[in-house]
């Protein structure tokens, strides 16, 4: 049992709702119960403390040797943990934040360190990336629908700018899926929980011939949805995709392999409704502004709309209650599509490896932007993409080295469509607008890196990276209450990034580093809401220098400690900045941005039946910018902001009990809590999308069958029913909108494996 699952770790399910519980509780609770139970032989295969072997430098390395700030999970611990979506991880890892503005499927939006693409156009690609098995999805929308059957999931936090080097200014989330095995195995698993959750999932994996192996998954998710329209009575927030991934290894010689890999996905489901807020005392326009807490609870008004946010939903302003009038409903349609083909080929010397790839998606998506009956703010946004890769590396090594050095090829072409409002009869709403945009993007990368042994406890590591890219943006707008803009435009960019760095390792078990890395977010345009102009004008390149310091180590030889400590500066760091309902918005460089904090990761085996794993990160995050921008009517200036989704102290533990029951199997107990301090939710830092301080617990039990061949388990999530939001937005000048967490939850599941 030695060996960090990758990091803090905390989420889950569970089993009993309680009321308040704090962090300190829920692990003297769990400590608690392994005292009052006994000692018992725990079955070790339920630990999630386990070896993690990672790729984090393009090699296949134990976690505890590499020299970057990763946190990895491998797929039996997401399994016996509960996650269940793609991003469940979030709450597990220091300094790890998300937000989706319109659904995890539709928008995910990743933050480390602070850092996160703070616009929801799709015409733009994230500083923190997600690959999928060694393929960088340039458009994440639709990813999580497919994150199943994962062998592990590693997080590398920091700029990785000579590797992976694609638009990794913050980090980079890269899931890896379970490959095709040489014996039959099969999986399935059914579960049913509140708001009628269904999922299914099933997998099956083998021998085809001497030389052949396949592997097939599975998963659907569907439930009722967790909102209600209080306008309709309709449901929203609901779930119904399908998610699929086939997979074919050929044996071509004894030292060449190769991976088909053909994916998808589909979702056809109601969005997130949002909840509107006012920000007046009365509906009169010189009404005094309320306070942040009434405003935040829905009992504030507004001039625009002459209705509380408790009114626009008939008085329950709740998570579960939301009201929209949208004409034509608030649809979500996702399909993707993926093939790549992976050859490995061993030389001598050296290994070749080729990962060829294409990913298509289309999207389309509505939302209620004011959150009310009024069809006034209530907007519709369609995506086709077609994105093809290339990579082609080297790897080697000789006594004293380890090298790897690659070209990379990437072309993304996009075209989106944005109106406002969803209604035929544009010109008797008060806003309208259309643009339609296409944008096409080719870029391509040399890239190597050296890790060269100096002593036998000291190593210099260096990498570079040069990128070239173009894109071509055009944008046909239709009638519309903007200026009607019909432009074309192009940008190029090149950069050249890289990393040094020293890793020394003064005994076995315990590795200490320092690196100064680099890394270039390319440039771009906006394909939405392009009321100016200027709005069409291109956003230069961002570069970030992050400055690093590691260690890694094994105490009292079971207690696996990894912290990091890390300062950057972010320059001309990319933003959408609102102006006005009439002005619209605008992407560009708001400033610069520097970032400094520490991370601490711990697993401890407490005793043979109990474990421990836990994490905190710091962060302080400051813009230095004259840009302006506008709330309520006045003008700020992002000046000495701090970034979006960045609390300054966030901490995470989870414990987990096993307890034997002989020859009938065994009992597991797991316990969690996340808690995060208190933040914005937008680049403005105004006061209405400041958010409190909260935590959230899960808990789950499981029953394990003595072989493990079958498992039953009962969890529940947000044990305490914690109401936040994820996204708060404000628009006008007396309202804005806030986007909720999804409450407390709960459910059972039956798992089987062969």
Known sequence: MT????????????????????????????IALACSVGTSTALAQQSVL????????????????????????????????????GLDITQQVPNMNFFAIFGEASSPSVSLRGISLVNFSDSWESPVSIYVDDVYRGNPAGSAIQLFDLERVEVLRGPQGTLYGRNTTGGLVHYVSRKPTENLEATASASYGTYAERIIEGTVSGPLSDNMRGRMAIKSTRNDGWQTNTVTGEKLNDTDSFGYRSQLEIDLADNAGLLLNVHGSSADQQSVGFAHMGYLETADEDAATCSIGAIQSGACTSATFGMTGAEAVGGKFDPEHVATGAANGLGTEIDTFGTSATLNWDFENFSLTSITAYEELDKFLQDDGDGTSVIYFDEQYAVDAEQYTQEVRLNGSTDNSNWVTGFYYYKDDRGLVTEAPTTADWAAQGLWHREIVTLDTESWALFGQLEYDLTSTLTLVSGLRYTKEKRNFTQDAGPSFYDEIDTTDDLSDNATTGRIGLDWRPVAGTLAYASYSTGFKSGGFSGSYNASLQATSPVGAENIDNFELGLKTTLAEVYRLNAAAFH?????????????????SVITNAGDVTGTGAEIELTAPVSDNFEVIAGAGWLDTEFDSDQLFFVAGDAYTLDGNELPSAPGFTYNLMARYYMSLGG????????????????????????????????LANAKVSWHSPSDTYSVEAFARNLTNEEYFTYQNTLGSDWGYGVWGQPRTAGMRFNWKM
Do not use: C
């Open 3 to 30: 060996a960090p699952l990758g990091s803090n770790l905390h989420h889950s399910d569970a089993q009993q709702p309680q009321p308040p519980l704090t962090a300190p509780r829920l692990l003297a609770s769990a």
């Open 50 to 85: 386990e070896e993690v072997t990672v790729t984090a430098q393009k090699r296949e390395q134990s976690l505890q040797d590499v020299s970057v700030a990763v946190s990895a999970f491998s797929g039996d611990a997401i399994d016996k943990m509960g996650f269940e979506e």
């Open 568 to 584: 950057y500066t972010v320059k001309d760091y990319q933003a959408q900045v609102f102006l006005t309902v009439a002005d619209g």
């Open 664 to 695: 009938n199997g065994e009992l597991v107990f797991q316990a969690d809590y996340a808690w995060q301090d208190d933040h914005f939710l937008q680049i403005e830092n105004d006061p209405y999308s400041k958010h409190d301080a909260y935590g």
